[in-house]
Each structure stands twice: as C-alpha cells, then as structure tokens.
C-alpha cells in the first residue's frame, strides 16, 4: 500500500515534471509586457471596422504578440517596438488603447482611414521617435500633451483634418525634433516663437494650412534644409532676417501666402541678397503673393545650385536692359536651372540671347507679361527644353526655326500679334513672315 502510494507520488512528480518541461520548452508563458501590448493591439482591433486587405487576421489570442503581422518586437525587452499599419485601408478609430504599447519605438499608421482625434494618451508612448498618422481622417486640434515626447524625432500629420493652433508647449521639450509635417489641414494662428527650441529641425512642412502672422525668427536657431509654408496666410515682409542666417537651405517655398516685398512691397532686393548665403538653394517658390518691385541685380547672384524659380502670379515689373541686364545675370548664373515660372508678372524689355546658356532648362514660362522685341534665337540650342510659353506678350519678328523650335510640342506664342512665322514653321495660326494678311 505504502509503495502503492509512493509509486502514485512519483508518477505525480513525474507528471508535474514533464508538463513544466513542456510548458518551458513550448509554452514558455510570454513576458507581462507583451501580455500588456498584446491586450492593447486586440483593443486596438476591435475598433477596426473594416480590414479589407486582412492584414490582421493573425491578430489573435492564440497567436505570439511578435508574430502578429506588421508588429516587431524587441526580444531582449519584450516589448513591440514597432507598429507598421501603413496603407493597409484599415477603417474605425484611432484607438486610445496604442498608447498602452508603452515600448514602441515607430508607430507608422500612414494611408489608412482612420477617424477619431489624436488620443492626449499618446503622451504616454514616451520612447516613440517616429509617429506618422498621415493620410488618414483624423479631426480635432493637436493635444499638447504630445511636448512629453521629448524622444521625438519625427512627426507625419499631413492630410488629415486637424484644425486649431499648434500649441506652444508642442515645442517645449524638442531637442532631438528633426522633422514635421503638418500640411494639408486646417491649422490656424501663428508658428510659435517656441519652435526655436528645436534645434535638431531640419525639415518643416505646413503647407495648405490657414496659419497666419509671420515665420518666427526663432527659427533660425534650427538649420532647415526644407521650408514648405505654402498657401497659407502668412504675412509680413519676405523673411530676409530668417534666410540669411539658413546657410543650409535647399528647399524654400513660401507661394501663395500674403507676404510683401521690402519697403512697402518695392523692393526685392533684400531678399536675394540675404538669399545668396543659401549656397545650397534648390528650389524658390515665391509665387501668387503680388511681390512688386523690379527683378534686382542680386538676382543675379543667386546660388549655381538653383533648380527651379517660380516668381509667377506677382507684380514684378521692370525692363530686362538689353545689354543683358537683370535677367540675364540670373541666366548666367543659374546654369544648372531646370524650371523659370515668371509668367503673370509686368515683365517689359526683351528676351536676353544669354537665355541660350541655360543648358539645362526643361520648362521656361513667362507668359502674360509685356515682354517685346524677337524671340531669342538660342532657345534653339536648349535640348532640355520641353515646355515653352511666350504667350500674351509683345514679342514680334519671325519665330525661330530648327533645334527645339521644331521638336518641342508643349510652345505656346498666343496673343503677340506681330509674330509670324517661316514657310517651313510648324507653328500654327501666325502669317508667314513677309508676306501680308495670309493667316493659316
Ligand atoms: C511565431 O512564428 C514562428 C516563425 O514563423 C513560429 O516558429 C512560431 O511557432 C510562432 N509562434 C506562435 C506562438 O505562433
Ligand atoms: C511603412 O513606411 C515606412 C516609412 O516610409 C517604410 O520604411 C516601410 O517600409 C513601410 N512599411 C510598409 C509595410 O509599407
Ligand atoms: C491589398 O490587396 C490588394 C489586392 O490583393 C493588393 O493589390 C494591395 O497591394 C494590397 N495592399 C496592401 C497595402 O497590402
Ligand atoms: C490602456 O489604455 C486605455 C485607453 O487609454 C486605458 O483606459 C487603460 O487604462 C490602459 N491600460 C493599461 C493597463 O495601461
Ligand atoms: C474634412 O473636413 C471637411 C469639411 O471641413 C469635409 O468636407 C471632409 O470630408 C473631411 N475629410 C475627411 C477625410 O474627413
Ligand atoms: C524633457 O525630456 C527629458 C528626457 O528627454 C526629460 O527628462 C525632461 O523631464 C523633459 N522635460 C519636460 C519639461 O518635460
Ligand atoms: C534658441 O535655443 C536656445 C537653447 O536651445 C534657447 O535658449 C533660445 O531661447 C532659443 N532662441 C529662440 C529665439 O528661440
Ligand atoms: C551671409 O553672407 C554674407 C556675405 O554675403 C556674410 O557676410 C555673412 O556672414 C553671411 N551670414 C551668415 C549667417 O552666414
Ligand atoms: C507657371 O505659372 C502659371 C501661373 O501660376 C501656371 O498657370 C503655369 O502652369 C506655370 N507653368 C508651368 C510650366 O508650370
Ligand atoms: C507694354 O510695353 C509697351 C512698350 O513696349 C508699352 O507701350 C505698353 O504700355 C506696355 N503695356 C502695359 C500693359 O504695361
Ligand atoms: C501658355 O500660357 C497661356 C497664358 O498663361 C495659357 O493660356 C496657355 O494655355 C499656355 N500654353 C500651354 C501650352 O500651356
Ligand atoms: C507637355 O506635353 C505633354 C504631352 O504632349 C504632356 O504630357 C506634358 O505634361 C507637357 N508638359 C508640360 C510641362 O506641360
């Protein structure tokens, strides 16, 4: 009876043995962590609504948190570091419950349609360095809860409908802040002057917001390579203070703000001055804002590494000298120039020949100005080129023939009444030169 029973312990014992075997081997019951991060993104599910592509499917009970698909984990600390939902067409809420995922270290939810506010409990994802809610339906104001990510390196809001202001205290704790984008909302009030406790900032992006007052000169204690502000309400004079001091600047896009030129919107000069410290400038978009003044010298002056000007949609008057004046100074710098918008404008004087030089150029456009005198002969030479507008100005003489001229589809010379054209132009609707009234 007695070797019964012990025979019955140990075979308890055994049993007990082999099922904690199994269960270390197999089962090994997951990290409380991971149980915490596994129950936050079963909340988050279930606030799914529709899924079309499945990409949860394996989210459940039954399955290891790490194995969920677009969930990474960090094995050492058991913790998901990493949510990747972008562009998986998830429809329902943005659930408060991701915050609970205390360890992610990028939370990526871009492209999907997601509704709901921003949760303030995202203050508590204290680690995150990335977060890129954009492209979804997200509504309300930014919660300014999110100053305690101070681990922040970037952040995507773009295409949502965010409205309000940005809060100051965003900017409070934003040493290691590189990169935001808040564009195509609807932000209103002033960028605060907080921002220039971000040093790290090199890329801002607001475009198509409703932000208002002038770019804070804070800024310039970050070195930018990427200012995109435009359409905005943006006013004041052209930031000359804040471009001097951007010697880093490659991208500058201030159009279709309310901004002026210097001394009562008469003077352009200031501002391509200051502009010639960016020795890197790429791009300059300066257009739809009524900028007057004349195109200054220093135009001409401006950064080799420009690839696109746009100046259209202003009121930038003046002649272009023909001993190859304002212009052509720009012309002879820019040789690396790609884009020159200069269209709408009150252009006057004549087209410079140096224009030829711009060996680089694919899209020249200074339609409806008041320029006059013959169409530049070494546009010809410009193989680049693809697009050309000459229209609604003055120009007269014959429209040249050969190079381009006889290649490029995208030319337009509409409304300059005294042009014509050779027996062997391809250009429609101009009389042949010399002979009288034989429109064809
Ligand atoms: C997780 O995935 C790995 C590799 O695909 C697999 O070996 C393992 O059994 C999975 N674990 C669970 C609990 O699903
Ligand atoms: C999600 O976006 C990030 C950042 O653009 C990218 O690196 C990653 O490959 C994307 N992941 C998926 C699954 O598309
Ligand atoms: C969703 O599924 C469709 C059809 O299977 C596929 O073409 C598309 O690439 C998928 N999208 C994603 C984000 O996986
Ligand atoms: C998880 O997040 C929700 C929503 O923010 C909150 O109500 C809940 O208390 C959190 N749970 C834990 C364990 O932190
Ligand atoms: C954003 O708001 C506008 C009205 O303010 C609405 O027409 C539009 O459908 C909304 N878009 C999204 C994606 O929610
Ligand atoms: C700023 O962030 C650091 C950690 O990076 C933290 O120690 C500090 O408390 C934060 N300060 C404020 C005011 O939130
Ligand atoms: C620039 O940054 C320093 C410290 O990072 C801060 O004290 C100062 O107020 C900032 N300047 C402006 C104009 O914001
Ligand atoms: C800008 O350039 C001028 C010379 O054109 C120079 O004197 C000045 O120091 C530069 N400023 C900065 C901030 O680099
Ligand atoms: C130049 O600007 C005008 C006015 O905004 C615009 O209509 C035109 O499309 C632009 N030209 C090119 C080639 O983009
Ligand atoms: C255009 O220039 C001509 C001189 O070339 C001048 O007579 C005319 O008034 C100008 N038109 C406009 C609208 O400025
Ligand atoms: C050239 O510009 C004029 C006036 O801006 C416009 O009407 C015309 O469509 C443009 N031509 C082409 C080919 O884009
Ligand atoms: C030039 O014309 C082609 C078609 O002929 C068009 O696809 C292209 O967008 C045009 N380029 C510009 C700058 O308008």
Redesign the pocket.
Known sequence: MIFIKSLFLLLLQYLAFTYGQTNLGHHNPPHHSLISDKAALLAFKKTVTLDPNSTLANWDEAVDVCNFTRVTCNKQHHRVVLLQLNGTELVGLLSPFISNLTGLRRLLLVDNHLFGSIPPEFSSLRHLRHLRLEGNNLRGSIPDSLVLLSQLKLLHIKRNNISGTLPPTLFSNCTLLENIDFSENFLTGIIPDEIGNCPSLWSVNLYDNQFTGQLPLSLTNASLFNLDVEYNHFSGALPSEFV??Q?DLGILHLSYNWMESHDGNTNLDPFFTAL??CTFLEELELAGMGLGGQLPISVGQLPVSLLVIDLQENQIFGSIPPNLGKLSNLISSCIALRTLNLSDNSLEGHLPESMGELRNLEVLDVSGNNLSGMIPVSLSKIQTLAYLNLSFNNFEGMIPTGGIFDSVTNMSFLENHRLCRAVSSRVAGFPICGRKRTML
Do not use: G
Request: overall charge positive; charged content about 60%.
């Open positions: 001097r001091k010697p010639r410290n």
